[in-house]
């Protein structure tokens, strides 16, 4: 009887040595060739520069990591050092730094807020400075002690781009002589970030003046003074800020010199004095969000009312939500993020999570925008346990993302760096970030 055939959907079964029945025919034996050995690093222009601008597309420190790999790789790629500061290619978007003691100083660790992924930067060019503010964009707005330079830096490239010291922005406040002992409180940075053509704006709220510059600027100008912009946020490369009936953008355009236009008139009403109100950016819908406290108790604790307001931009109004999209949002005193439930476990979607800094515990708590109802973790309701809440804001330090979050959007939140003797160590590698 003859053998078998194999079908031909089979043939890689073969076995790669002749049976006795094939050597006594004369059959020829059948050999796979042996594996060949893939040069990576020898991709070419091509390949490496589509894989590099899907990767930098997804996310920069993606991007940094190929360019690490190997010198072939880096050659054929854009160096985000090699371009300003203020490149929204490589702006680490989504990257905060969190709030936290790490044994060694120059060391930090920064969270994507969309993904949940953590990495560990090398960041000696914290030393000597305040962290006196983020942006949307994820810069970090440092000030100088000796200086009282303004600069920003991007965590995840080490660049840096040096503005102007917030000590000549006295020769345009009228109160200049009585606050030249202390030029750090005085102008402290409330916020920051793009308003448009490689342009920063700064929002010094304590004296209420909105000044922007770029890079190499020799001076400030300034775009408004003696009115509260809070809150104030950079979106989608331009700043905005608000006032009572309106929300206002900085114009840099057409040739003309900065100044505050309407964006969209405020439907949205909010109080400074009862309450708090913020604009984020909403998986890149602009936010407006309000909060107001009333009936405090013995021990401080108070029924909070929130609103949230889409800013319709192309309608030029605030338009009423009754829901984040499915996010969260977390707020403090002067600052907000949003934040995906998905990539936190025990995060609650279509909710505001605050930090009650006026109540006696300084509790952590948690408002349903769909029912308007608000718990507080410290009630032994069970969020505690499920969200790994272990008392930190009284000094237990942080023990879940809630915990982190809630530090991160603090008035207090940014730190100062001791100053070393150590000089700045600048590697000709990109590999600055590291998983933790």
């Known amino acids: 009887m003859n053998a078998k055939r194999p079908r031909s959907g089979d043939l890689h079964l073969l076995p790669t040595t002749s049976s006795p029945r094939e050597e006594d025919s004369g059959a020829h034996s059948i050999s796979s060739p042996p594996p060949r050995r893939m040069d990576w690093s020898n991709l070419g222009e091509g390949p490496s520069g589509m894989i590099a601008e899907r990767l930098l597309a997804n996310d920069v420190t993606d991007y940094v990591r190929f360019r690490a790999v190997c010198g072939p790789w880096r050659q054929c790629t854009a160096d985000p050092r090699a371009h300003g500061t203020l490149d929204r290619r490589f702006l ?15 060391c930090r660790r920064l ?4 993904t949940g992924q953590c990495v560990r930067a090398h960041l000696p060019e914290l030393r000597g400075h305040d962290v006196c503010s983020p942006t949307v964009e994820g810069l970090l707005v440092l000030l100088n002690w000796s200086t009282y330079v303004i600069r920003l830096l991007n965590p995840l490239t080490r660049q840096v781009a040096d503005l102007l010291p917030a000590t000549t922005l006295y020769s345009l406040y009228w109160r200049a002589g009585t606050y030249d002992a202390y030029p750090r409180l005085d102008f402290e940075v409330s916020g920051a970030g793009l308003a448009g053509d490689g342009t920063v704006a700064v929002l010094f709220e304590h004296v209420q003046m909105l000044a922007v510059a770029k890079p190499g600027d020799e001076e400030w100008t300034l775009v408004k ?8 946020i950079s979106f989608a490369g331009r700043f905005y800020c608000a006032t009572d009936s309106d929300i206002k953008v ?8 900065p100044r505050l236009v309407v964006a969209a008139k405020n439907n949205h009403r909010f109080s400074r004095i009862t309450g708090a109100a913020h604009l984020l950016d909403n998986e890149g819908e602009l936010i407006f ?3 107001r406290a009333e009936g405090e108790d013995f021990f401080g604790e108070a029924k909070y009312f929130m609103k949230v307001s889409q800013v319709d931009l192309e309608a030029r109004k605030t338009q009423p939500i009754r829901d984040l999209g499915g996010r969260a949002v977390f707020i403090g005193s002067s600052c907000a993020i949003s934040v995906p439930p998905l990539a936190f476990p025990g995060i609650e979607k279509n909710s505001v999570y605050f930090l009650d800094e006026g109540s006696y515990f ?18 032994g309701s069970g969020i505690t346990e499920a969200c790994g809440f272990n008392n930190s804001i009284r000094g237990y330090g942080p023990h879940s993302i809630i915990d982190y979050l809630s530090q991160y959007v603090k008035k207090d939140t940014f730190e100062s760096f001791a100053e070393k003797d150590a000089s700045d160590s600048d590697s000709d590698s990109d590999a600055n970030c590291v998983i933790c």
């Open 111 to 114: 969270l994507n807020v969309s």
């Open 289 to 291: 969000l309000s909060r």
């Open 92 to 106: 680490p978007r989504r990257w905060i730094m969190l709030r936290e003691k790490a044994a060694d100083p120059d």
């Open 250 to 257: 900085v114009d840099t355009r057409d040739n003309q010199p």
């Open 362 to 379: 300084q509790s952590i708590g948690r408002y349903k925008i769909v029912d308007g109802t608000t718990m507080s973790f410290d009630e």
């Open 225 to 232: 003074q003696g009115t509260s912009l809070l809150p104030a």
